[in-house]
Every structure is written in structure tokens, then in C-alpha cells.
């Protein structure tokens, strides 16, 4: 991530985009903000700036943070100094009830809070603190008063917050996590290879590895050579081991072809402009999405047959009564 800070006149940019009428209501009306705030980013660019949508994303939310803080501490001049921008911001959000930003509405949605609290449970899972909290603070600070999902860790079988965050990621096209996601599933299979056919791993792994590197090379700042060459390494590893399975001719082209796609789009700029434009969500889109779903769920559900939660019948041996 780049720990560069913001300049005022980077950030005045940066708002000056997000604040446009046209913006606002994409932002209104879409839970998917990420193309809109790819837009942002290369507006940013066109002025000289260089930031991923990503970190326009993140330096928004914590302006809003801070337009909050100091508004509802009734604008004082101390305050302001701490909301150098509040004017600004004061133009886009005065109007506008505290709790309703797009970043809230994201906040509010079902899977969202499912996937988010499944992947705070996983990484507490790894400390598994003494104590529970009563109270919990969000990223910025704020208290939100009530208990996560994540507080629950102790009585949640582990393997199903797992099973709920990988579906998640999958289920919502997280990309940016694909490459953990391919991991923890490469290692599960090199233990137990008979959750899927060789067919249908060689099939999940190196679509999730493709769309990792289509996702690098569709951004400027990481369409080089540098950055997709470990994903292109553990593709050419694949490739190598085709030739020890039988019938393995068809993924070996495949996986061929796309290495030689991944190089036109690194090397010719315009190719990578008609391809994203024209190509790119005919084949790699809802179709190819739905496919690696398809393969994620027999994983999941492969895996929960292995290592079945027992219900309180077989851990008490059959000893269990009801009384009203």
C-alpha cells in the first residue's frame, strides 16, 4: 500500500471529483463502488496525481469521519482545525443526515456485514482473547455500542466462519483476495485432493489466479511485468505439471494461451483498451464468475462432509432431553 501522505492540493482534487453532481448519485444509487472510485482515480491522474481507487476510497471515508466529528461538535473553530477541509465537504454532506452516506448503506447490507465479520472472527480466532468486549469501536474510533459476530468466535465451529468468509469473497468478486483464497485452498487440496477431480482444482486455482492478474493488469499502477510475474510463475508451475496427467492436453492450451494473453496485455496498451472494453466481460465476466462459484460450493461443501460439525445428540452420546 503507499504511505505517501496527501498533499491539500492532492486532496482538494480528490474532493472536487467526488463532490460532482454526476458522482454523487452514482454513488446513491450503486452498492458496487468500485468502478465509480476508479473513475476518481483516474481523474486524480489526469492532474498529476497517483493514487488506486482503492486509496480515494479509504481517504474519503475518513473525511467524512472527520466532517462528522467536527460538525457535531457544532463547527467550532478549534474543531475545524481538525476538518481542514470542511467546507468543502460541508457543500456535499451538510444536508445530508449523519448515518446516510454510501458508505453507510454499503456498511448496512447483509452479506457485507456477514463477510466483514466473518473475517474479524478468523483473525481473532488466531489470538483468542480472555476477555469479551462490552462495547466495540469501529476503524475510525466510533463506538457502535453492541456486540459483533466476531464476539461469538469461542462458540462458532471455526471451520464454518471460514467456510462463510471464503464463500463471501467468492459470492461478491472480491478479486483482492483471491490470491489468499487460492492458497487456502491449494494447501486444503494438496492434504485431501479428493474434494475435487483434478479437472475441477487445476479449474478453481487458476481462475481465481486469472482473474488476480486481469484485475493487475486493467490498473496502470500495477500493469508491469514486476508485479504479475509471481502470479505468472505459479501459472507456469501448473503448466509444467500437465505433463504428469493424462488428459491434460485441453488445460495445458488454455492455461498456455492465457499466459501469452497476460503478455500482450502488459506490452501493448492499446490491445488492453479494446480487450477491457469489448472482450473482457464476455468471457471473464458473469459466466466465468458464476463457474468458480459453482466450483467454490462443491469445495466448501466437499469440505464440511470431511470434517463434520457433531450436533449436541452424538457430543452427549445420545443422553439429551427436552423439557418444556
Not at 443526515?97 to 456477514?114: Q, R, Y
Request: glycine letters at 4%; one cysteine or more; proline letters at 5%.
Amino acid at each position: 500500500m503507499d504511505s505517501r501522505g496527501w498533499s491539500k492540493s492532492e486532496t482538494r482534487c480528490l474532493i472536487s471529483s467526488w463532490a460532482e453532481e454526476s458522482v454523487q448519485q452514482k454513488l446513491g444509487d450503486s452498492y458496487h463502488n468500485r468502478l465509480i472510485y476508479e473513475d476518481i482515480s483516474r481523474k486524480l491522474k489526469e492532474n498529476g496525481y497517483s493514487r488506486t481507487w482503492l486509496q480515494c476510497q479509504r481517504k474519503i471515508k475518513h473525511l467524512k469521519h472527520l466532517f462528522r466529528k467536527a460538525k457535531d461538535l457544532k463547527r467550532s473553530e478549534v474543531d475545524r482545525t481538525s476538518c481542514p477541509f470542511y467546507d468543502e465537504l460541508e457543500r456535499v454532506l451538510g444536508h445530508r443526515p449523519p448515518s446516510c452516506t454510501e458508505d453507510d448503506v454499503l456498511d448496512s447490507k447483509p452479506e457485507g456485514s456477514l463477510f466483514n465479520s466473518t473475517m474479524t472472527a478468523i483473525a481473532d480466532a488466531a489470538t483468542l482473547s480472555n476477555t469479551t468486549p462490552v462495547e466495540t469501536k469501529d476503524e475510525d474510533g466510533d463506538s457502535d455500542g453492541f456486540l459483533p459476530l466476531s464476539s461469538f468466535r469461542l462458540i462458532v465451529p471455526p471451520l464454518q466462519l471460514v467456510s462463510a468468509a471464503l464463500w463471501e469473497i467468492v459470492k461478491q468478486g472480491a478479486v483482492m483476495y483471491y490470491g489468499l483464497l487460492e492458497d487456502f485452498v491449494t494447501t486444503v487440496l494438496e492434504t485431501v485432493p479428493e474434494l475435487l477431480t483434478y479437472t475441477e482444482r487445476v479449474q478453481l486455482l487458476m481462475g481465481l489466479r486469472a482473474k488476480v492478474v486481469l484485475d493487475l493488469c486493467r490498473n496502470d499502477d500495477f500493469a508491469s511485468p514486476q508485479a504479475i510475474q509471481p502470479h505468472l510463475s505459479r501459472i507456469n508451475t501448473y503448466i509444467t505439471n500437465q505433463d504428469k496427467e493424462p488428459s491434460s492436453s485441453e488445460i495445458k492450451a488454455s492455461m498456455t494461451n492465457f499466459l501469452k494473453l497476460v503478455h500482450t496485455l502488459v506490452d501493448d496498451r492499446c490491445q488492453r483498451d479494446i480487450f477491457y472494453q469489448k472482450t473482457f466481460s464476455t468471457v471473464f465476466g458473469p459466466k466465468y464468475d458464476s463457474a468458480l462459484q459453482a466450483l467454490m460450493r462443491k469445495f466448501l461443501f466437499n469440505l464440511q462432509k470431511l470434517l463434520p460439525v457433531p450436533n449436541l445428540e452424538q457430543l452427549t452420546g445420545g443422553h439429551v432431553t427436552c423439557r418444556q
